[in-house]
């Protein structure tokens, strides 16, 4: 009994990741979130702007390069292997921590649906700024399935980033595009919608996960996790695939592509890419931080991909997008103020509970 114990401990000291080794991990996991969470919407509108209509195809493709995340599995496997403990296994999730990531893979498979059709039909700069309330979702389920705390900052950012999207919906007639029916764009609106609002529960969920998982969590594990969900969300696109028979039409998509054929195949190879970068960024950063922190990281890259999109799509930019955007900034401002507020005041006095 006592041995057993004593292995347990001593695994989990072995695991234990030193703060400037978590740090460095962080501020990865931020850089792969945000060529993600900036690069996967361009590509993916790129995708139907030059005569790509598979939605299920291009849902498909957000977890589908899920096996590009073995390559760094195998590398920590062999370090472990070489400089650590000799039982090491290459794959070590237990069934608490397995089936749950079951079940957020088919929620994943759905929310990529959800958000691939939202962009078939809105500007990228539309749906950007639709799925910044997901930061207002992941604050409400984080309160309720991870009890996270909030500060005013929080809640008054929450609040700011809920009113540009009221902004958004309520002028919504410029900007539709000029082959758009209106029920299209809705539909495309409130799928848009529906995706940030799953997302937002995905995320303190993945971090429910971390917090009942009956063994320790190290960043190997939260790689495999991500296989696992990213496996099972692939597997709920595919059955819609065979489905629409959207396998059989790729071949026809890409000789009718305006780039070009082979310029298809790659833009389905980065695109796939790019969301395997924000993917494993965000379930990083919820390691290394918190899901709040990791939909705060998404929200704030707003600006950033908003500008791109009118910068390579040459979308309109109206007064109402420019409003909403403001609020956005305002909100994230507001975000960070607190909890530049909040370090100051730890450092003062360490026994200061966390607001986030």
């Known amino acids: 009994m006592e041995t057993g114990v004593t292995r347990n401990q001593q695994e989990e000291n072995s695991d234990k990741m030193s703060k400037p080794m978590k740090k460095t991990l962080l501020v990865l996991n931020c850089i792969m979130l945000g060529l993600g969470n900036c690069g996967g919407p361009l590509v993916q509108r790129l995708y139907f702007v030059k005569g790509g209509k598979g939605v299920w195809i291009s849902s498909w493709l957000q977890t589908a390069g899920w ?50 059709y939202g ?58 595009p000029d082959h758009e029916s209106r029920l299209k764009y809705y539909e495309g609106f409130f799928m848009t919608l529906g995706a940030s609002a799953l997302y937002g529960f995905i995320l303190p969920s993945i971090e429910l996960t971390f917090k009942k998982a009956k063994q320790p969590i190290t960043y190997s594990l939260v790689m495999e996790m991500q296989i696992v969900i990213a496996f099972f969300a692939t597997a709920f696109c595919t059955v819609g695939m065979l489905i629409n028979h959207d396998f059989k039409a790729i071949p026809r998509e890409a000789r009718n592509f305006e780039l070009g054929e082979v310029t298809y195949y790659v833009i389905l190879s980065v695109n796939s890419l790019f969301w395997q970068f924000f993917f494993l960024g965000a379930i990083g950063v919820i390691f290394c931080g918190s899901s709040l922190l990791s939909g705060i990281i998404i929200a704030t890259l707003l600006p950033l991909t908003e500008s791109l999109a009118v910068l390579f799509f040459h979308e309109r930019f109206q007064a109402e997008k420019g409003l909403s955007l403001a609020l956005s900034i305002w909100g994230f401002i507001s975000y960070f103020y607190g909890e530049l507020k909040h370090v100051k005041k730890m450092k003062h006095d360490p026994e200061v509970g966390s607001p986030k």
């Open 119 to 176: 962009v078939s039909r809105l500007p990228v700069s539309t749906s950007a700024l639709i799925i910044a309330t997901q930061l207002a979702f992941t604050a409400g389920f984080a309160f309720l399935l991870v009890k996270q705390k909030f500060s005013a900052f929080t809640i008054n950012a929450v609040f700011l980033l809920s009113i540009g999207a009221v902004v958004l919906a309520l002028h919504t007639s410029t900007d539709r």
């Open 67 to 116: 096996p590009f995340l073995i390559i760094p599995l195998i590398c920590s496997f062999l370090y472990k292997k070489r400089y650590g403990r000799q039982e090491t296994k290459m794959f070590s999730l237990k069934p608490s921590v397995f089936f749950p990531c079951v079940v957020l893979g088919v929620l994943t498979g759905l929310d990529d649906y959800l958000a691939a």
